[in-house]
């Protein structure tokens, strides 16, 4: 073979550079920073030395010093001008230059270019030199730290250390990290500690495969998306995207980086680069959908989600988001069919039977939900919206115990979180809890005013204490405003649930206001599923046609209650129906007592007729008796 065609061995300064990105990707900045200074020391004018140089620095001031001095070398280096854009050194259109040269700051002083001055001899070089100055700067701190530690020893042996708590496995074909972050209390145990066995992750969805230096990127930028470092991660996979520009996974997880940073504007147009680097690329459409929803829960996002499914259709937590827009639709069929076709791509995923449980939930299916919950929970007993959903399923099938237990755990490991508290107020409320039930459920919306279910269970439980014996008639009225004022909020918050406008009617009806409870649920007729809450919209509405006095509507919707299967409605509504319809047929049965009134008035009216014409004409006008005499004698 030609020696010319074989590939040249690297020089030590390409070899010192890998161990450096080794170091930054195994988080052992230190080291990355002393191999680096070694590098600038030799060559000072790299400003690939000073980007990475930025990424092992662990203060924000001085990865912006390091990346202003890149750009100073080479204004076009990409890298660090993504860099000083993203820490807002820099306008996105770079029309801002960095700090001029005329007002230096320390660090500059202190590492200004070999050329710039002419250099000393011997002791005097040495210190003079802007590297050595670094190293010396770094060193002093390092003294110190140890100093510190050593004169805190005694005090760090005794402090008791606090537990690592796992947050649970992967999601499954996506990414190894979770999509939100819970701040868990450190005295909690870790519920890794319930698992009998090793999980192993998942390999990321996303990834495309990478070599050499890009690959050194990767792996960093992944150890600092997993450590939750969202610029960090943005700067490096912006650096991966340089080296390779055609990497629309680089893209991506830039996005996602965004996203779980609830910058969702910037993490939208990741998504949109990725997508014009590459339009198959379909992790791309999947996250613009999540950060769009989280926006605005309303927007319509199933063109993404269909275009994720399509560009490939073995990507199974498309199918899980696609099935979840759904279900908040109201579209349990639709919802069904996506968990289906996601559990027949990965039918050991936690993940998939947690969702499989929300829409038999949804579909009224307690049984079933209950065993696909526990079956999630048994797959990984770390993953907290399995705990969410168990709960939720014990309360379905009347396990009121349980479902507060687990709730609970659920609620201790997301002390932030408006859902939390939600649920487990919910949780309470089913239980007869109804003081937690209420703490709970307001501490859900001062986490979270828009928590359209918070206001939904604090609508029932004020509606169901104006139900109590023994309250005096201003707190039984106070009790019913307050419901509806919260079913209110619900609805406002939640337009599409029928759940949320039944309960609005109920306590409509509670306040005798029956156009408003009738017009309530005929809005989200539409979004009726099951034969139960076609009996809850049939219901409310015979009710309040009744009290309209619009009769035969409401012996209308009376009978098509009681035809409805016996599971579909409860016994005292079912009761009441039937009590109804005997009352609203009564009157027919009945019209003897009017007709006995109306036979005697004609004949008495027959017997006296002269003589009330006679005393009537002249006492109302004597000129209209005049003109009619003439009339009636002929």
């Not at 610029?231 to 991966?240: E, T």
């Not at 526990?374 to 007993?381: G, H, I, P, S």
């Not at 009564?586 to 004609?602: S, Y």
Request: aromatic content about 8%; some cysteine.
């Amino acid at each position: 073979m030609n020696p010319e065609l074989l590939p040249s061995e690297p020089s030590p300064q390409e070899r010192m550079l890998q161990t450096a990105i080794e170091a930054i990707r195994q988080e052992n900045f230190a080291q990355a920073r002393e191999i680096l200074t070694k590098l600038l020391k030799a060559d000072q004018n790299n400003p690939a030395y000073w980007v990475w140089m930025s990424a092992a620095m662990e203060t924000p001031k001085e990865r912006l010093y390091c990346l202003q001095t890149a750009y100073k070398l080479d204004p076009t280096d990409p890298a660090a001008r993504r860099g000083l854009i993203l820490m807002g050194a820099l306008p996105p259109d770079d029309s801002l230059q960095p700090f001029p040269m005329n007002h230096p700051r320390p660090w500059e002083n202190k590492l200004k270019l070999a050329d710039e001055k002419p250099k000393p001899k011997g002791l005097k070089r040495l210190t003079g030199n802007p590297v050595f100055r670094l190293a010396a700067i770094f060193g002093v701190a390092g003294l110190v730290l140890v100093g510190a530690v050593i004169g805190l020893g005694a005090l760090i042996v005794n402090r008791p250390q606090p537990t690592a708590v796992v947050m649970g496995t992967p999601r499954p074909t996506v990414t190894p990290y979770r999509t939100e972050a819970p701040n868990v209390q450190p005295t909690l145990p870790p519920l890794a500690a319930q698992l009998e066995a090793t999980y192993t992750p998942t390999p990321i969805y996303g990834a495309t495969p990478h070599s050499g230096a890009a690959q050194d990127i990767y792996r960093s930028a992944q150890r600092s998306l997993l450590g939750q470092q969202w610029d960090n991660s943005v700067i490096m996979w912006l650096q991966l995207a340089t080296v390779e520009p055609g990497s629309a996974d680089a893209l991506y997880f830039a996005g996602e980086a965004r996203r779980l940073a609830k910058r969702y504007d910037e993490a939208i147009e990741f998504y949109n680069q990725a997508i014009q680097v590459n339009p198959n690329y379909a992790p791309s459409y999947l996250g613009r959908a999540r950060a769009t929803l989280a926006k605005n829960p309303r927007r319509d996002v199933l063109s993404d989600l269909d275009k994720a499914i399509a560009a490939d259709p073995n990507y199974a937590e498309a199918y899980l988001e696609r099935a979840l827009y759904y279900l908040k639709r109201g579209n349990y069929a639709a919802a069904m069919n996506d968990v289906e076709d996601a559990d027949a791509v990965n039918p050991q995923s936690p993940l998939i039977k947690v969702t499989l449980a929300r829409v038999l939930l949804a579909m009224g299916e307690n049984e079933a939900a209950l065993e696909a919950a526990l079956e999630a929970n048994r797959l990984d007993v770390t993953m907290l919206e399995g705990y969410l959903v168990l709960g939720l399923a014990y309360r379905a099938n009347g396990e009121l115990q349980k479902s507060v237990e687990t709730l609970e755990i659920y609620a201790n490991y997301q002390p932030d979180s408006a859902d939390a508290f939600m649920v487990l107020g919910s949780a309470y409320f089913t239980n007869g809890e109804e003081d937690k039930a209420l703490k709970s459920l307001q501490q859900a919306i001062r986490l979270d005013r828009t928590n359209s279910e918070a206001y939904y269970w604090l609508g029932e439980l004020y509606l169901k204490k104006s139900a109590e014996e023994g309250l005096a008639d201003a707190r039984r009225q106070e009790y019913r405003n307050l419901a509806v004022e919260n079913f209110e909020k619900s609805v406002q918050y939640n337009t599409e649930s029928f759940r949320n406008a039944e309960g609005l009617a109920r306590a409509y009806l509670a306040v005798e206001k029956w156009g408003n409870a009738y017009i309530t649920v005929e809005k989200v007729k539409k979004f009726i599923q099951t034969d139960v809450e076609r009996g809850q919209y049939l219901y409310i509405s015979a009710t309040a046609n009744q009290k309209l006095n619009a009769i035969s509507a409401a012996i209308r919707d009376w009978n098509a209650l009681l035809a409805l299967p016996e599971e579909a409605v409860p016994p005292e509504r079912r009761a009441e129906a039937e009590a109804q319809l005997l009352v609203l047929k009564t009157p027919t049965k009945e019209p003897p007592t009017p007709t006995e009134t109306r036979t005697p008035q004609p004949t008495r009216t027959v017997t006296p007729t002269p003589t009330p014409r006679a005393t009537r004409q002249p006492s109302v006008t004597p000129s209209i008796t005049s003109t009619r005499q003439p009339t009636s004698t002929p």
